[in-house]
């Protein structure tokens, strides 16, 4: 933003008294490659053990949920070639491996397990790993890809995780802070004199 207009709009703030919010929940990157999380499992030999849902979400088999549920016999005679790998296990062992797959020399992959993603009562539900390209290095998602990593057919730009809040007027120090944006409605609620529900998720920012 230009600096005259950010000093003619802090002039009208101060002349109401009132407060500013600058908000952005995720940063921006450009891209020029695209990966294809379904193909790279492929790569990888594991492509057996999941099932890919759209934008990364990797649902890991029910048969190998089952861990107590079969024999070692039956195990060992799935398809899946399980073979008294528990899904802990496996689920690590994918994560290992997707996380130290390259290209160009560039790990280029983040992933996540569900329980760091998600909370509350239906997190259950959530897909048990999430894959993210890495857009700070140039990749986002491919589909319907004959490759694990092909240039970004449509895309030359993508939002990063990382976002961005400025306030002004509010009891805050001018420095750095570490927030998450489930923190920007209680911080601006006190700001505003509100009280906030013990049960709002996220913190005041100070």
Not at 60 to 84: D, P, R, Y
Not at 90 to 109: P, S, V
Request: with cysteine.
């Amino acid at each position: 933003m230009d600096d005259f207009l950010v000093e003619y709009l802090l002039s009208k703030l101060e002349e109401v008294g009132a407060k500013l919010a600058i908000v952005s929940d995720h940063g921006f990157a450009h891209i020029d490659k695209a990966v294809n999380v379904e193909k790279v499992l492929e790569e990888l030999g594991y492509s057996e053990y999941y099932s890919v849902g759209g934008w990364g979400a990797l649902y890991l088999n029910e048969k190998l949920k089952m861990k107590n549920g079969k024999s070692s016999e039956e195990n060992q005679n799935s398809k899946f070639k399980i073979q008294n790998s528990s899904f802990s296990e496996k689920r690590e062992e994918i994560i290992k491996a997707l996380k130290n797959y390259t290209h160009e020399g560039n790990q280029i992959l983040d992933v996540f397990k569900k329980e760091e993603i998600y909370w509350g009562p239906e997190a259950e539900k959530g897909p048990d790993l999430l894959v993210w390209p890495k857009r700070e290095l140039g990749y986002t998602f491919a589909m319907r890809s004959d490759e694990a990593v092909i240039p970004s057919p449509h895309k030359n730009g993508c939002h990063l995780e990382n976002g961005m809040v400025v306030l002004h007027g509010f009891d805050t120090q001018q420095k750095e802070l570490e927030a998450n944006i489930k923190d920007i409605f209680p911080t601006v609620m006190n700001a505003l004199g509100q009280e906030v529900d013990d049960d709002v998720d996220g913190e005041v920012i100070g």
